[in-house]
């Protein structure tokens, strides 16, 4: 049972430029979110997707950031015109929705905007 | 509004030793779940133990326990027989289950450091 894999592990870009985060979840896990945590601080939720369905999405989550699910399965997380308040760890997870909800979160990936 | 509190920011333990992380939490929604997590620094976050808001024990993970104080809104976790390994960052986090239902709500997080 492989965990869930997100790639890259690190990102370095410039400020403006776009990026794009991959999650791979757990195979069976219908459910995926994802999260992002500065420094110091505790995650904080930024969109939720059952299947390839985008259900909810926080208001952290501005206009220049978009995730998809195309195909329920993988998920990518795009962020246009990146800005130095955007360096963080983000951090995807799976779960089932049968049972009680378990997220199983990814190892992350650590956005550092020059 | 949901709010989840850990006021110790930092904590050390002697290996084998026992040691207690304090969580409180505040929901107005009748059913929830409670998680630890832990985060060592390599950055992963780590799933330990849940507790559901009507399960009537206190639920227990191999060396992990969470002490539940339903009418203080505690979750205690509880590590026992501390390893050099458990040196890390454990979170607390809430799931509500109407308001918010699909999202964690975490706190700022325990740093525990284990001396030999």
């Known amino acids: 049972d492989t965990g869930v894999s997100q790639d890259p592990r690190h990102k370095i870009t410039k400020r403006g430029q776009n990026v794009t985060f991959r999650c791979d979840p757990i195979?069976?896990?219908?459910?995926l979110y994802w999260y992002r945590q500065t420094l110091g601080q505790g995650p904080e939720f930024l969109t939720y997707?059952?299947?390839?369905?985008?259900?909810?999405k926080s208001r952290l989550l501005s206009d220049r950031f978009s995730a998809e699910r195309p195909k329920g399965s993988f998920s990518t997380l795009e962020i246009q015109r990146t800005e130095q308040g955007d360096s963080a760890m983000y951090l995807c997870?799976?779960?089932?929705?049968?049972?009680?909800?378990?997220?199983?979160f990814g190892d992350g990936t650590r956005l550092s905007i020059l | 509004a949901q709010k989840i509190t850990q006021t110790q920011p930092g904590m050390f333990v002697q290996e084998k030793e026992a040691v207690t992380l304090d969580c409180t939490y505040d929901t107005s929604d009748p059913s929830y779940g409670l998680f630890w997590y832990k985060q060592p620094s390599s950055g992963e976050m780590i799933f330990l133990i849940y507790?559901?808001?009507?399960?009537?024990q206190n639920a227990t993970e191999g060396r992990y326990s969470l002490n539940f104080q339903k009418a203080r809104k505690s979750a205690n976790l509880v590590i026992s027989a501390s390893q050099l390994g458990d040196s890390a960052m454990y979170f607390c986090a809430m799931r509500p289950h109407q308001t918010g239902a699909n999202n964690l709500f975490f706190g700022t997080g325990t740093r525990l450091t284990v001396i030999p």
């Open positions: 997707f059952q299947n390839e369905a985008q259900l909810e």
């Open positions: 195979s069976e896990h219908n459910r």
């Open positions: 507790q559901g808001s009507y399960d009537q």
């Open positions: 997870a799976s779960s089932s929705d049968r049972g009680p909800v378990i997220p199983h």
